[in-house]
């Protein structure tokens, strides 16, 4: 348990160091990603980088199960 704290600990410091390059990346506004907008109201849902971000973390816990 400590060393996945450790890990996850360092993951999320690195992300948050990348943070001005991860931004800039297409996430978010993907084929697929759900936006409405009416007036007065705006309704986002992001199904297509939902599935991108859980198919990359599962091929990377997979790869750490190892």
Excluded: E, N
Aim: some cysteine.
């Amino acid at each position: 348990m400590q060393r996945l704290l450790l890990i996850l600990g360092a993951v999320l410091l690195a992300a948050g160091a990348a943070w001005p390059w991860l931004s800039k990346l297409p996430l978010g506004r993907l084929p697929g990603d759900i936006h409405v907008v009416r007036d007065g109201f705006s309704f986002y849902f992001p199904i297509t980088t939902c599935i991108v971000v859980s198919v990359a973390v599962s091929i990377v816990i997979w790869i750490l199960r190892r």
